[in-house]
């Protein structure tokens, strides 16, 4: 394989691996701030009990996300040098500003979260927990700035040397391979760069679907107690609170998928098509519910709602959706090849298309799993409400148990296939419109080189995330102290909170 393909191999499987556990810890931040808000409001000790059992698992998942996230930052100077001094100034910048806003606040208040229990009081402990599940939050927000700029750029110009001089370039400027080593792309407005056209969008996403992993862990390791029969009244309560704040979140994704997948039709139309397999431009498009695409006769074949993806996409089934053989326009195409004919930039239109297929499958694996998600919460919401949820003697309550125990690998499926999709989807480009993935490579890395170090990272990842399984294994085991599943709030917490 090529020392492209590798590379691209490489960051996928080490941004995949890690990505595991940021929304595990972004979701379980939220809980935390959930059950300890609960604790202070109402006094009882069964949330406080929650609080520190969901607390040991929230610090699991957040020092193996440190560990693995490190390594992706070195690739970019590795495998990337000419990326990273290309739009260095940008990219870095948003990496400062998670460093500065989210790391910081982070480590800087965990400690209290993790061993203040007994040594601060309740309402400084409830505020250490409130800026740790905020510093989570602002590390999503400034990765998912920076990836966005990728994906819409805006906020820059490109700029060069001439005779020691700066020089800047036309907004239009083809960046082409000889560019590379003299052309940057540099800040022109930060809140444009970091406001860019798609951040909303994603962030919004981003965000819910942590939200998702987060209240589903929850969930399967509640449910999993309920089948074992093992701490029922902390199971219960910590059930309960899963499944709210998850069908709020799975609710809240619907509503936000809606507006990202309208977001991408207007700044990404390539990748719109490529996700909804649309080859041909037309009015009142069918929506793909399931389906496959066939590259050589340029169809796609599947079950399809007519007009639903017009309808959706701009509110009016008369309206065409933009497709493939269209796309991209043929003045962007003749930007970077101003001497080929009509007939010529026919013939490499399909060069600037991603991988149709891929694209196609991924995204509605993410809809069907979001949706079965949805399904699932509203389901297990009834059987609340018909007082079924917790009365194991019956046969269909067992079977829900078992699905919300399996639901928790849901949101890691949908979340990662989500991330394919997106960037996938943008392909050549690395930044769309203007600097290819083959362009981007350092021109000194060797193939030998780096698949070296992806066997390497592979061995060290298997054996991280057996540890993963193993400590988390454990604390499940374990389960809540026994002084954590006391009914009564010891006298102590009482007098505290009467401090305070």
């Not at 020392?3 to 691209?8: P, T």
């Not at 000889?178 to 444009?192: E, G, K, N, P, T």
């Not at 010529?344 to 995204?363: D, G, M, N, S």
Request: contains cysteine.
């Amino acid at each position: 394989m090529s020392a492209e393909i590798l590379a691209r191999i490489q960051f996928a499987f080490t941004i995949s691996f890690h990505y595991i556990y940021p929304p595990l810890s972004i979701g379980l931040g939220v809980a935390l701030v959930l059950m300890e808000g609960l604790w202070l409001k109402t006094g009882k000790p069964i949330f406080h009990n929650m609080a520190r059992f969901w607390t040991r698992i929230f610090a699991l998942t957040f020092a193996i996300g440190v560990a693995t996230g490190i390594v992706m930052e070195f690739e970019f100077g590795t495998n990337w040098a000419t990326y990273s001094r290309f739009v260095g100034d940008i990219f870095g910048s948003a990496l400062a500003a998670e460093g500065i806003f989210a790391f910081f606040l982070e480590s800087g208040f965990l400690a209290i979260l993790l061993f203040g229990w007994n040594k601060v009081g309740p309402k400084l402990h409830f505020f250490a927990t409130c800026m740790v599940c905020l510093g989570a939050h602002f590390s999503a927000l400034w990765i998912v700035i920076a990836n966005s700029w990728m994906q819409t750029p805006a906020g820059y110009h490109l700029e060069t040397k001439v005779n020691g001089q700066v020089v800047q370039l036309p907004p239009d400027h083809p960046v082409s391979p000889h560019d590379l080593s003299s052309v940057r792309a540099v800040i022109d407005d930060f809140w444009a760069m970091t406001f860019n056209p798609s951040t909303l969008d994603r962030i919004t996403h981003v965000l819910l679907g942590a939200w998702l992993a987060g209240a589903f862990l929850v969930i399967s390791i509640s449910s999993f107690y309920l089948l074992k029969k093992r701490h029922k009244k902390f199971a219960e309560a910590s059930l309960k609170i899963g499944l709210v704040f998850a069908t709020v979140a799975a609710f809240l994704q619907i509503v936000s998928g809606d507006f990202t997948a309208r977001g991408v039709a207007r700044n990404q139309p390539v990748k719109f098509a490529a996700i909804e397999g649309l080859f041909e431009t037309q009015s009142a498009a069918p929506m793909n519910l399931l389906g496959w695409v066939d590259m050589k006769s340029e169809q796609d074949y599947g079950i399809k709602i007519p007009g639903l993806l017009s309808l959706l996409t701009h509110h009016a089934v008369s309206e065409p959706v933009a497709g493939l053989k269209q796309l991209p326009s043929d003045e962007f195409l003749r930007k970077y090849h101003p001497s080929l004919s009509s007939q010529e930039i026919e013939k490499i239109r399909r060069q600037y298309w991603p991988k149709v297929p891929a694209v196609f499958q991924l995204y509605h694996i993410m809809v069907f799993v979001g949706t079965g998600l949805m399904a699932l919460c509203l389901i297990a919401c009834w059987f609340w409400w018909k007082k079924w949820l917790f009365d194991i003697s019956l046969p269909a309550t067992r079977i829900l148990l078992v699905l919300l125990v399996l639901s928790v690998l849901g949101p890691q499926i949908a979340n990662q296939v989500g991330w394919f999709t997106a960037e996938m989807g943008r392909q050549p480009w690395i930044v769309t419109g203007l600097l290819r993935t083959s362009d981007a490579l350092s021109k000194k890395v060797l193939a030998e080189e780096i698949l070296i170090s992806l066997i390497l990272f592979a061995l060290v990842y298997a054996l991280l995330f057996a540890a993963f399984i193993f400590m988390l294994t454990r604390k499940i085991s374990h389960g809540p102290d026994e002084e954590e599943e006391s009914p009564e709030m010891p006298d102590s917490w009482k007098a505290v909170i009467r401090r305070d």
